[in-house]
Nanobody, 132 residues
Framework: QVQLVESGGGLVQTGGSLKLSCAAS?????????????MAWFRQAPGKDREFVAA????????RYADSVQGRFTIFRNNAKRTLYLQMNSLQPEDSAMFYC????????????????????WGQGTLVTVSS
């Protein structure tokens, strides 16, 4: 099983930036290596459902963003480091949430709407708080 550990969350003021990281270890349930896995970020704010934020495919060149973060967030990966990143700029209070990374060998599952929970792996989350 691939294991994911997020880091980089914290408290920032409106307009600030944070860079989240998601380090992967082990292998997926399908036996895929990190370089074969599609990766994504999701977030869940208090009292709200978990929502899709951004995804990047196994190649690192195919990306998809939620409309709410388009132009402000950038998802990218470093396969040599087996790490997924989310650069978040121009943060707003509504961005405050627990951010989770996830991985799956199937692109359709990673970007599914509604969210497909039975992905190959989920991280434990890292908390992002944006002060108003």
């Amino acid at each position: 099983q691939v294991q994911l550990v997020e880091s980089g969350g914290g408290l920032v003021q409106t307009g600030g930036s944070l860079k989240l990281s998601c380090a992967a270890s082990g292998s997926s349930a399908s036996g895929s290596s990190f370089s074969d896995l599609n990766m994504a970020w999701f977030r869940q704010a208090p009292g709200k459902d978990r929502e899709f934020v951004a995804a990047v495919d196994w190649s690192g060149y195919g990306t998809r963003y939620a409309d709410s973060v388009q132009g402000r967030f950038t998802i990218f990966r470093n396969n040599a480091k087996r790490t997924l990143y989310l650069q978040m700029n121009s943060l707003q209070p509504e961005d405050s949430a627990m951010f989770y990374c996830a991985a799956d060998s199937n692109w359709g599952r990673i970007v599914a709407d509604p969210i497909y929970n039975a992905l190959d792996a989920w991280g434990q989350g890292t908390l992002v708080t944006v002060s108003s």
